[in-house]
């Protein structure tokens, strides 16, 4: 990336968003099955707007915190496979704003390229 740009990124990267209110994901790569993970789980959002666990009301910490299980698992064996799962499939769709939805395929595209390479993939 070109030296102009990454610095664009990193300060882009400091903008405040509103969170997804469908929820957020952990992407995650099962390099046995050759697959990537998006591990969907649910919350609330505050009049804070600080994402908050939908049974008890506690804020959820960026940092670690109690396990949490994910609502709905989607797997798919490249980064557009699973984008449309996430954007087109049945039923309810777990993201419901579209800068989400452009954050979740860079963040696949990235995954997917990590997991062709062989290299692990960490989340931005």
């Not at 209110?21 to 591990?39: H, N, T």
């Not at 994402?51 to 910490?61: I, Y």
Request: charged residues 30%.
């Amino acid at each position: 990336m070109a030296e102009g740009t990454s610095s664009l990124d990193d300060q882009l990267s400091q903008r405040f968003i509103d969170l997804d209110p469908s929820g957020y994901f952990l992407i995650k790569l099962d390099a046995d099955a050759g697959e990537l993970v998006a591990e969907h789980y649910s919350n609330d959002v505050d009049e804070r707007g600080r994402a908050t666990d939908p049974e008890t009301g506690e804020v959820l910490s960026c940092r670690g915190g109690g396990p949490r299980s994910p609502k709905t698992v989607f797997r798919g064996r490249t980064a557009k496979e699973l984008g449309i799962a996430l954007t087109e499939g049945d039923g309810g769709l777990p993201v419901s704003r579209l800068d989400h939805a452009l954050y979740l395929g860079r963040e696949l595209q990235k995954a997917e390229a990590c997991l062709k390479a062989g290299l692990s993939y960490c989340q931005d």
